[in-house]
């Protein structure tokens, strides 16, 4: 299990990290927060020209075709320096999917228009319940001639309020098993009887919600079959719990960095406040803590780039990235006093996002599940020694 990166992936990580450094400073963010789109569109239209947005996509679509790495490298340096963009809801919450899923005329239709455009995207299927697994989903879907006709609400949805397509999780059938009848719907976010309101949320990273009022929506708009949708929504979330493991992880990274720098500059009684073995010991703390982390991301993405995911590691990354991120950030603060809990403070920033990250892609109640359910299928591991 080999995590290095190649020469080429060190180039795309080191422009990624200048390109937000220069692009996206701090200052950037705080400005963001009061933009009622929530992103830079100059910001965003370099990234797409940079070929960001196609980093996952093949040249004949109009991508890099790169692979998993380096997206997830994209994802680490991103959540290294806190930037608000449509970027994952956009690319990994739909992209991939239809990349995965979808018909060749889908693909052909939608791929480049992300990957070359810049078209945005989001996903929707949190509903009033918050469940994150299938019996969450209650949103209707019935058939109206040659169209389906979408009732219900969505909540919690990434940049909602700037997506030009949406794609839609619904309930085309009532079954036993609440995973069966689901259907992955491609929506167009301006479509009569759409309605998206922002929620006031402290980070103001844009979660709407979304309000469908017989939605009609062509036959030929399902991704995925109908009724098996739950496929679809399975692959989202295994890869956008690692990635978004993965941009918590470079998030964490910068908050131990952060504060190492402040505990060297800060001083009490004369002397660094990081000279005090109390403050070393929880900076070790920190640090093992990160670094756990980042091996957990890199070997369950490793393990999908090279064909054999692992639906365990898978969760157990996301599950690990919800609580670390929270704690390093957390601790962070309480080292720089009371005015780490300020936003004057860079890791402030950091730690406003901690608690809407760990609900992207599975919380850790839904991850735990997941773990426990996969165990449960295993043969413990040291059984293997007296096979």
Same mark, same amino acid.
């Given at each position: 299990m080999d995590f290095s990166f190649t020469k080429d992936q060190e180039l795309i990580r080191k422009s990624i990290k200048e390109f937000f450094e220069k692009e996206c400073p701090k200052d950037k963010v705080r +400005?963001?927060?009061e933009d009622k789109k929530g992103y830079d569109p100059k910001m965003w239209k370099k990234m797409v020209k940079l070929g960001y947005t196609g980093l996952v996509i093949p040249e004949e679509y109009g991508g890099t075709e790169g692979e998993f790495w380096d997206i997830l490298i994209f994802m680490e340096e991103m959540g290294r320096n806190i930037v608000p963009t449509p970027y994952f809801p956009t690319v990994v919450f739909c992209a991939m999917p239809i990349l995965e899923f979808g018909t060749e005329a889908q693909k052909k239709k939608i791929l480049p228009k992300i990957a070359e455009k810049g078209e945005i995207w989001a996903y929707a299927q949190i509903e009033e319940s918050s469940e994150q697994d299938a019996s969450g989903? =209650?949103?209707s879907a019935a058939m109206s001639g040659e169209d389906y006709t979408l009732n219900g609400s969505k909540l919690f949805v990434s940049y909602? &309020?700037?997506a030009n397509q949406l794609l839609v999780v619904a309930r085309t059938a009532e079954a036993e098993n609440p995973e069966e009848g689901l259907t992955v719907f491609i929506v167009d976010a301006g479509a009569e009887g759409v309605v998206c309101d922002v929620i006031? =949320? =402290?980070?103001?990273d844009m979660r709407c919600e979304l309000r469908f009022d017989n939605v009609k929506v062509p036959r030929d708009n399902i991704l995925g +079959?109908?009724?098996k949708g739950w496929a679809v929504v399975d692959y989202i979330q295994q890869h956008a719990a690692v990635l978004k493991a993965a941009e918590m992880s470079g998030g964490a990274h910068a908050v131990l960095n952060i504060t190492v720098k402040y505990a060297k500059e800060r001083k009490q009684f004369d002397k660094p406040i990081g000279s005090f073995q109390a403050i070393q010991h929880r900076l070790v703390d920190m640090l093992t803590e990160v670094e756990e982390l980042q091996y957990l991301v890199y070997k369950a993405a490793w393990r999908i780039n090279s064909g054999s995911p692992s639906r365990r590691l898978n969760s157990i990354a996301k599950a690990k990235a919800n609580g670390v991120y929270h704690r390093v950030c957390y601790h962070g603060i309480v080292m720089h006093g009371a005015i780490g809990w300020t936003e004057e403070m860079d890791i402030g920033l950091y730690h406003l996002r =901690?608690?809407?990250m760990e609900f992207d892609a599975g919380n850790t109640d839904?991850? &735990?599940?997941?773990i426990a359910s996969e165990l449960e299928k295993s043969e413990p591991e040291f059984l293997t020694l007296f096979a």
């Open positions: +400005e963001l927060k989903i =209650t949103m909602a &309020n700037v006031p =949320t =402290t980070a103001r +079959e109908p009724g =901690t608690r809407s839904y991850h &735990n599940d997941l």
